[in-house]
């Protein structure tokens, strides 16, 4: 099988739209975070918690793709789809910081 790159642009577009379509972070104010109960910020931290590793392994594998040298572009979509990542676990772990300080307020065995 011949890859050429009318073939593989189309498959590159395809991959890079669904990668965007999964790194929508869907964000709770810091303010909903002192109405949970402290059952609710611990499924709220462990659900953040998942996310930040989901990412951080998505970051990884693009990070670790080997992208073809006449690719034109190629190195520079990958740069920006890892950077992309890296933006995306900065606020999830800011997310996870505000969920763990409302926890500590509310939650007395948390602490």
Request: charged share 20%; with cysteine.
């Amino acid at each position: 099988m011949k890859f050429t790159p009318t073939a593989i642009l189309p498959a590159i577009a395809i991959l890079l739209f669904v990668a965007g379509c999964s790194s929508t972070v869907a964000s709770i104010s810091p303010a909903k975070y002192d109405e949970m109960s402290c059952a609710e910020l611990n499924s709220a931290l462990g659900d953040t918690a998942t996310d930040i590793s989901r990412t951080a392994i998505s970051r990884g594998k693009v990070a670790n793709t080997s992208v073809p040298s006449w690719l034109l572009g190629g190195e520079r979509v990958k740069t920006v789809v890892a950077n992309r990542d890296t933006a995306r676990i900065e606020r999830l772990q800011q997310q996870q910081q505000a969920i763990v300080a409302a926890r500590k307020r509310r939650c007395p065995s948390s602490q």
